[in-house]
């Protein structure tokens, strides 16, 4: 019965920066990654980044590649989004996502917060 809840989002105009955080309820035991996907109208979804639980191997989308950067705080289980630069290719809504195993699968979700970038 593990929750993850996403916040940070909201409406920025292009060129702006928007910070997303994911905290994970109701598991004692720890997740060996996590990620974020992202999707917007009309698309799938798409994995935007991604980290392991050592922090030593981080993925990232080309399309956000020098721009978001994934971080977390494990003794919090808190997952976090730095978003930066921008543009209405961004918009979407984003989620959090984690894999206790890192089998690629990301079984466990949140609800998702909606990020919009204004032209």
């Known amino acids: 019965q593990v929750q993850l809840v996403e916040t940070g989002g909201g409406s920025v105009q292009t060129g702006g920066s928007l910070s997303l955080s994911c905290v994970v309820y109701?598991?004692?035991?720890?997740?060996?990654?996590m990620a974020w996907f992202r999707q917007a109208a009309g698309k799938g979804r798409e994995r935007v980044a991604s980290?392991?639980?050592?922090?030593?191997?981080?993925y990232y989308a080309a399309s956000v590649k020098g721009r978001f950067t994934i971080s977390q705080d494990n003794a919090r289980n808190t997952l976090y989004l730095q978003m930066n630069s921008l543009g209405p290719e961004d918009s979407a809504m984003y989620f959090c996502?984690?894999?206790?195993?890192?089998?690629?699968?990301?079984?466990?979700w949140g609800q998702g917060t909606q990020v919009t970038v204004s032209s």
């Open positions: 996502a984690a894999d206790r195993r890192c089998t690629g699968r990301y079984p466990d």
């Open positions: 980290i392991d639980r050592g922090g030593l191997s981080t």
């Open positions: 109701g598991s004692t035991s720890n997740y060996d990654c």
